[in-house]
Nanobody, 125 residues
Framework: QVQLVESGGGLVQAGGSLRLSCAAS??????????LGWFRQAPGKEREFVAG??????TYADSVKGRFTISRDNAKNTVYLQMSGLKPEDTADYYC??????????????????WGQGTQVTVSS
């Protein structure tokens, strides 16, 4: 059974940093056929893609490019989202997602078949 558990959210001032973690079980984050993504949903807004990683390829939403970095630790079977230069508009619930068995990444929530419960990030101005 696949489980994704996020952690690391919290309250931070604008310009600050946070690192979100997504601990996976039931799948191998470093596998060729596992794509991992971070999504977020702000109050009253639609859910949006933030970042994705599949094997050695990463992709980012334009709104976070240059500020956020997605990575993984195969030994810990964990995916991270390092967020720097945070802005109030980054305030949202952040979700980790996995899609398997596929060889390509996706920016679409519905293309993933496993999701975490979410972690809240609040950026104060």
């Amino acid at each position: 059974q696949v489980q994704l558990v996020e952690s690391g959210g919290g309250l931070v001032q604008a310009g600050g940093s946070l690192r979100l973690s997504c601990a996976a079980s039931g799948l191998t984050v470093g596998s060729y056929t596992v794509g991992l993504g971070w999504f977020r949903q702000a109050p009253g807004k639609e859910r949006e893609f933030v970042a994705g990683i599949q094997w050695s390829a990463t992709t980012y939403a334009d709104s976070v490019k240059g500020r956020f970095t997605i990575s993984r630790d195969n030994a810990k079977n964990t995916v991270y989202l390092q967020m720097s230069g945070l802005k109030p508009e980054d305030t949202a619930d952040y979700y980790c997602a996995a899609r398997t068995p596929y060889y390509t990444s996706s920016r679409l929530w519905d293309d993933y078949n496993y999701w975490g419960q979410g972690t809240q990030v609040t950026v104060s101005s």
